[in-house]
């Protein structure tokens, strides 16, 4: 069976983040990729110049729609942009009844351009953690979740991805990424408060546009195609780690190119 996968995010008409990112990770993970849009951005790998919400009401519309029709095997959210998206995701996915959601807390675009207003980090918290498999912050996602400092080392990581779960999500991927050493490790705390350590060595590039995305997307692809947390991470890990790899390939734009799925 090929899972039907269902991402709510933002668009990127520079095709390296967002929606556009996850439509490729998930036909890559070997899905059926479907999308409904939070927000427009106008930007490219230099930087975020604009960004247009769409109304709550429709980004809900575009979920009932896909919902009342096709089974959802899979949900990933990304962008959520403003609390009242928040709040409508929330109840669309209550009232369809979603299975194997993975949260992307997205805050900031790599440009450092933040893709949200101060009070969604609460209604992300609030409202959209609770529904959540799997919530996969980077390291300051994480410090504004939980509102504490940052994790520097993995002591910390594997506490924070803990207390993350305390907030709801049934699992936490924590990502290392922002993290300096030659490796670049990720933290789950799994269903059952399990820690799983993925390493993966750090390539060096500057075309990491998109990594969060995809990782996100291609871990909701494997759950629903019947992995459990640890295995689906690891999956969705060495995708991302393959897609970074050959990121150099692409002759994208003059910033932070993508990453090659
Ligand atoms: N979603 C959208 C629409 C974006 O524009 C961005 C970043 O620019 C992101 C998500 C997060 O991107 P990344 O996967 O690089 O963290």
Redesign the pocket.
Known sequence: MIPNVLSI????PSG????Q?DLKAIAANGGYAMAAIT?L?A?NTQG?TGVETVAPAFVAAQIDAVFDDIRVDAVKI??IATAGIAEAVATALIRNGARNVVLDP?MV???G?R?LTDDTVGALRDRLLPLADIVTP?LPEAAALLDEPEAVAAAEMEAQARRLRHLGSRAALLKGGHLTGAQSPDCLADQAGEIHWLDAPRTKTRN???????LSAALATRLAGGCDAPAAARAAKDYVSGAISAADRLEVGRGHGPVHH
Request: proline share 0%; glycine share 24%.
């Open positions: 995010a933002g668009s990127d390296g983040a967002g929606i990112a927000a951005t930007q975020v990304g962008m997205v675009a790599k440009g351009h893709l980077n990491t546009h998109g990594t969060g995305c995809t």
